[in-house]
């Protein structure tokens, strides 16, 4: 069975700085497309930053500039760098990644326990 386990998070003040980090374990042929979503309170669930598995980026418009997603495919291993962190990047992220068994294989979504992300102004 597949597991991802993540790292991070914490408490900063507004202009300040987190990293997150997510790593798959368990077997697998391989990891397409890796993302972190953030659920603020109250709010849906919603896509922050994604990399496929062919290293496309995407970043939504509001972290473009401030945070940086990145991978390592060795370490099965998928990161966001956050810079000049705001009060309204407070929620609890979530890293997700598309997992195959095989080369035929679309992949089976996987999530994170979630961390909290907390900015202060």
């Known amino acids: 069975q597949v597991q991802l386990v993540q790292s991070g998070g914490g408490l900063v003040q507004a202009g300040g700085s987190l990293s997150l980090s997510c790593t798959a374990s368990?077997?697998?042929?391989?990891?397409?497309?890796m993302a972190w979503y953030r659920q603020a309170p109250g709010m849906q669930r919603e896509l922050v930053a994604s990399?496929?598995?062919?290293?496309?980026?995407y970043h939504q418009d509001s972290v473009v500039g401030r945070f940086a997603i990145s991978r390592d495919n060795a370490k099965n291993t998928v990161y966001l760098q956050m810079n000049s962190l705001q009060p309204e990047d407070t929620g609890v992220y979530y890293c997700?990644?598309?997992?195959?068994?095989?080369?035929?294989?679309?992949?089976?979504?996987?999530w994170g326990q979630g961390a909290q992300v907390t900015v202060s102004s």
């Open positions: 990399v496929s598995g062919g290293g496309v980026i």
């Open positions: 368990g077997s697998m042929y391989g990891i397409d497309d």
């Open positions: 997700n990644m598309n997992v195959l068994q095989n080369y035929w294989d679309t992949g089976t979504m996987y």
